[in-house]
């Protein structure tokens, strides 16, 4: 089994910066790629960001795009997600996912694991 563990959340003033990151536990050579998603209360969970288990393509999401970055480490069985410019839209609950196929995907339905959230409130 592999557990996905995230942390960083809380609460930041808009045009704020915060950053998460999520560590991998368990059988975390079954991951490849790692990502973000999100979900805003009343709203669907969305795409945020992707990478893949070399960290050489990414995929963002067009409402992040220019404001964050996701990078990886996997020696610490870690991604992290720096989240800039932040708006009062942005506040959700972030969701570390990771799939066993290395294309960093923005699909949730084609993620294999999951974290339990962590919540991010961006106040105007």
């Known amino acids: 089994q592999v557990q996905l563990e995230e942390s960083g959340g809380g609460l930041v003033q808009d045009g704020g910066s915060l950053s998460l990151s999520c560590t991998a536990s368990?059988?975390?050579?079954?991951?490849?790629?790692l990502g973000w998603f999100r979900q805003a209360p009343g709203k669907e969970r969305e795409f945020v960001a992707a990478?893949?288990?070399?960290?050489?393509?990414?995929n963002y999401g067009e409402s992040v795009k220019g404001r964050f970055t996701i990078s990886r480490d996997n020696a610490k069985n870690s991604v992290y997600l720096q989240m800039n410019r932040l708006k009062s839209e942005d506040t959700a609950v972030y969701y570390c996912?990771?799939?066993?196929?290395?294309?960093?995907?923005?699909?949730?339905?084609?993620?294999?694991?999951w974290g339990q959230g962590t919540q991010v409130t961006v106040s105007s």
């Open positions: 368990g059988r975390t050579s079954e991951i490849q790629a």
């Open positions: 996912a990771g799939r066993k196929g290395d294309y960093p995907t923005t699909t949730q339905q084609t993620c294999d694991y």
């Open positions: 990478v893949s288990i070399g960290g050489v393509r990414n």
